[in-house]
């Protein structure tokens, strides 16, 4: 079992749509959990951390659930320049990030 | 803004032909990373330092090595470049002792033939 795992999608939505991302992870003892935004033949870049009470930042919505190992990222009124791909990241040992291989979105008109 | 640069954007190299990827960071970082990225398989951490001269092996750190003789710099070697290697290159920093968030360069597509 991979340590975190994403569909990789694509996910097609249309502008305005509201669509939900999900990761799991493997190791019950993570204790940092980020989404990374990569936009395509670009670099991967901070989107949000996500805390253990949820939070927000705009459209964007990420929830964290330890029971179940998974974490979520929501995103409110789809915009055509939120296509790319979302990474899921988890900390576990020291300074050892394991990033899941992405799922991609598009926003069509 | 931290800058990260990563001095070659695309790159083209023979089987057997030694490759040095550099990578310069603006902000007195304390960490650097290495790291691969391949379709569906993500990012793997190749190397990484956390201080000068200091260097921990990541994932996969077969066929290659790194330098850390500056704070600013960290450089990934490939003693004999294969076709396996053959993969986007990318170089991170981050700042204190957890790496909780990283700062990417914007990347070096290696090819080797």
């Known amino acids: 079992r991979k340590e975190v795992e994403q569909d990789p999608g694509p996910f097609n939505v249309p502008e305005g749509a509201t669509v939900a991302f999900n990761c799991t992870y493997s190791?019950?003892?993570?204790?940092?959990f980020f989404w990374y935004r990569q936009d395509c033949r670009k670099e991967p870049k901070l989107l949000m951390s996500v805390y253990s009470s949820g939070n927000e930042d705009g459209r964007f919505t990420a929830q964290l659930n330890r029971a179940s190992q998974y974490i979520s990222l929501l995103i409110r009124d789809s915009k055509l320049s939120d296509s790319a791909t979302y990474l899921c990241?988890?900390?576990?040992?020291?300074?050892?990030?394991?990033f899941g291989t992405g799922t991609r979105l598009l926003v069509s008109p | 803004d931290v800058k990260v640069t990563q001095s070659s954007r695309y790159l083209v190299k023979r089987t057997g032909e030694k490759v040095f990827l550099e990578c310069v960071q603006d902000m007195d970082h304390e960490n650097m990373f290495w790291y691969r990225q391949d379709p569906g398989l993500g990012l793997r951490l190749i190397y990484f330092?956390?201080?000068?001269?200091?260097?921990e092996k990541g994932d996969i750190p077969e066929g290659y090595s790194v330098s850390r003789e500056k704070k600013e710099r960290f450089s990934l070697i490939l003693e004999s470049a294969s076709t396996n290697q053959t993969s986007m290159y990318l170089c991170a920093s981050s700042l204190g002792s957890g790496a909780n968030v990283l700062t990417f360069g914007a990347g070096s597509r290696l090819t080797v033939l």
């Open positions: 330092s956390y201080d000068v001269k200091m260097k």
């Open positions: 990241v988890v900390k576990g040992g020291f300074q050892k990030l394991v």
């Open positions: 190791n019950s003892a993570s204790q940092s």
